[in-house]
């Protein structure tokens, strides 16, 4: 297990604070998993994270007691809430009457739970949450880097083992299922985000749930899956033939292949991220595909697999050291089937690194 040291997430928390004033806040509370834990190392389901100029406090409860613990190890207090943990924040707020503005994370708070904030916290102005905690997390550091890099290799290993399985009449769920025991084999905290297995005219839906159906003869087959690392998840796409690839198979793969090279060379610091969407989508519009590229290009991956920055047509995100993104261009033939190659990549000086090492070729098996 790679753990960043207190001294990292206590930077972080500082980088927050600084951050906060600018916007007129005294404070925030953090409510979002993955944001919890890049900020104080608690990785439990239940937990507040209260942040104050002089102070940083982890609510959570009694489940959690020792592993909350062990997971600040001192970066933040911890406090274990008996009546849940809006309740708990308030009586903490109660002799803090320099509060005044907290931000809180208005994407995830139920609305029952912002009532109660309301209701329990009455003296407190609640304001939307700036996306400070996202901006940091876009920009890995190296320990970051190293846990990406652990989670594409243990999904490159078990995807080797999983594609030397494939034999016609299995089906995609068979499948899916060879392909998620070999990432725990090679030590996955869990799939990065469910598992698509689909073979056929199936392959023509970007984001199909394994099904069913059974391969068979001439078959292309996509997988897009990813392994779990101390938190940190790779997304990785390969799509190949079962048996002799055909003619047409073989040109919409060619074709995405050139679109990602594209999109790789515009990956550089200080570019528009739309740029480096639009370099793919034009190679694939000038092949008459653009039309059959309906997906961004690619996007962050981290504590979530989907994150900043983002790689899309109409993005405002800028390409910048540190940034470890996907690039996943893809070609669907409605009816016929399709193709998407992904691969994770690092942004560095002058460039990027591809961190995914397996064959991007259009293997038959």
Not at 118 to 146: F, Q, T, Y
Not at 223 to 235: C, E, I, M, P
Request: glycine share 10%.
């Amino acid at each position: 297990m790679i753990a960043s040291s207190g001294d990292v997430r206590r930077e972080r928390l500082a980088r927050l604070r600084v951050d906060l004033p600018a916007h007129g806040l005294d404070g925030a509370v953090i409510c979002h998993g993955p944001n919890v834990r890049y900020l104080s190392g608690f990785s439990g389901s239940n937990g507040l994270l209260l942040v104050l100029s002089e102070e940083a406090c982890l609510i959570t409860d009694f489940r959690y007691e020792d592993q909350a613990e062990e997971e600040v190890n001192g970066t933040v207090e911890v406090l274990l809430a008996t009546d849940g943990g809006i309740a708990a924040l308030a009586d903490r707020l109660v002799d803090r009457t320099h509060v005044r503005s907290l931000a809180f994370e208005a994407e995830h708070v139920t609305v029952r739970d912002r009532r109660e904030l309301g209701e329990r916290c009455a003296s407190v102005l609640w304001e939307d949450m700036p996306p400070a905690v996202e901006g940091m997390r876009a920009i890995k550091d190296p320990d970051e880097v190293e846990r990406l890099a652990a989670a594409v290799d243990v999904a490159e290993r078990a995807l080797d083992e999983a594609l030397s399985t494939v034999r016609e009449g299995m089906a995609e769920r068979e499948l899916a299922a060879e392909l998620e025991y070999r990432l725990a084999r090679h030590g996955s905290e869990g799939p990065a985000f469910d598992t698509i297995v689909a073979s056929g005219e199936r392959t023509a839906l970007p984001h199909a749930s394994p099904s069913q159906r059974r391969l068979a003869e001439g078959d292309l087959l996509l997988l897009d899956f990813g392994a779990t690392v101390d938190g940190y998840r790779s997304d990785i796409t390969r799509t190949v033939v079962l048996g002799a690839a055909k003619p047409w198979q073989r040109e919409i793969h060619e074709h995405v292949l050139e679109a990602q090279a594209a999109a790789l060379e515009s990956l550089v610091p200080g570019r528009p991220a739309r740029e480096v969407d639009r370099a793919a989508r034009d190679l694939l519009e000038v092949a008459g595909l653009g039309e059959r590229f309906g997906h961004s290009i690619g996007h962050g991956i981290g504590l979530e697999v989907h994150e900043g920055p983002r790689l899309y047509r109409e993005s405002k995100d800028v390409i910048q050291v540190g940034n470890v993104v996907t690039v996943e261009p893809g070609v669907y033939l409605s009816g016929e089937g399709g193709v998407r190659v992904e691969e994770d990549v690092e942004v560095v000086d002058g460039g990027y690194r591809v961190l995914t090492s397996s064959s991007r070729a259009l293997r038959e098996l």
